[in-house]
């Protein structure tokens, strides 16, 4: 019988940076920029007004209550 070794730590090749993870951070904020120069904000912002202006506006607002929700906690989903 053979066994399936999980990588632990470092060995999935991502460091631990503790807390604030600088490296995940740098590629937010280099995609908003990209986001930014791509010219498309406007039209995403037509998106979302007209998204809440419509049918999805419900779906969206539960969505939003659902996320406030954990904002103070651990998602529970992830607790085992």
Known sequence: ?????KPRGN????????EG???????YNEAQQR???SGK??????EAEAAMD???RQEL???E????????EEDPKLKR
Do not use: L, S, Y
């Open 65 to 72: 209550a659902e996320g406030k929700r954990h904002i103070a």
């Open 1 to 5: 019988m053979t066994e399936t070794k």
């Open 41 to 46: 904000v406007e039209e995403k912002a037509r």
């Open 21 to 27: 993870n600088r490296t995940a951070a740098r590629q």
């Open 54 to 56: 419509g049918d999805e």
């Open 35 to 37: 986001f930014i120069k």
């Open 61 to 63: 607002e539960r969505a």
């Open 11 to 18: 060995e999935t090749g991502q460091r631990n940076e503790g």
